[in-house]
């Protein structure tokens, strides 16, 4: 079955500090790939998405890269801030799984951002 | 506004009382399902629904019922919970296949 694996956190960072957060998928097909972002207390918003091989995806600073042949997809931001502080989510969306509209998540990364 | 509404945002109830938790979107999309999140499990799909009428089971549909009687409308029923059930969950409405998912503000569930 598809699966999305994703770094354990939490992960802090400094202000201004370069983030990686690491995510990896197995699927059948060609899926889209999305980073969803959860603030205390909130539902998930979109952050950003791909639906094809090379695509980049890209949204508040945030950037993510569809790499068919490592199945990585992988979330970087160059500078972070304090209001970056959320827990993260990278999920796929497979069109043969679910009536095509399920999505398979992964287990989330926390990421706190400190002054 | 577009909106996925749940309700209500936190419950507390006992074992073996019923209970709804109701989701209402106004973008007029076809295609809503019901999630619970998890410590260290993520988001997990318990129900999905293609359209009116139209329900089908997820990854964890054990303990859960649903309908889907009006488009806007997707109620998720627990019959008799059960502590096992305690969780968070999220109310999800898509475009269309292979989109992108809108969710509600999330339900906190304790089941005592």
């Known amino acids: 079955g598809n699966s999305v694996t994703q770094m354990e956190g939490p992960v802090t960072l400094s202000e201004e500090a370069f983030l990686t957060i690491n995510c990896t998928y197995t699927a059948t097909g060609y899926p889209s790939l999305f980073w969803y972002v959860q603030y205390p207390g909130e539902g998930l918003q979109l952050l950003l998405k791909a639906t094809k091989a090379d695509d980049k995806g890209s949204n508040k600073g945030f950037e993510a890269t569809y790499r068919k042949e490592t199945t990585s997809f992988h979330l970087e931001k160059g500078s972070v801030q304090v209001s970056d502080s959320a827990v993260y989510f990278c999920a796929l969306s497979d069109p043969y799984t679910g009536g095509g509209n399920k999505l398979t998540f992964g287990t989330g990364t926390q990421l706190k951002v400190e002054l | 506004e577009a909106q996925v509404t749940q309700n209500p945002r936190y419950l507390i109830t006992v074992t073996g009382k019923k209970l709804t938790v109701t989701c209402s979107q106004n973008?007029?999309?076809?295609?809503m399902s019901w999630y619970r999140q998890d410590p260290g499990l993520g988001l997990r799909q318990i129900y999905y629904s293609m359209n009116v009428e139209v329900t089908d089971k997820g990854d964890v549909p054990e303990g859960y019922k649903v309908s889907r009687k009006e488009k806007r409308n997707f109620p998720l029923i627990l019959e008799s919970p059960s502590p096992n059930q305690t969780s968070l969950y999220f109310c999800?409405?898509?475009?269309?296949?292979?989109?992108?998912?809108?969710f509600g503000q999330g339900t906190r569930l304790t089941v005592v």
């Open positions: 999800a409405t898509q475009t269309g296949v292979n989109t992108e998912a809108f």
């Open positions: 973008m007029n999309h076809e295609y």
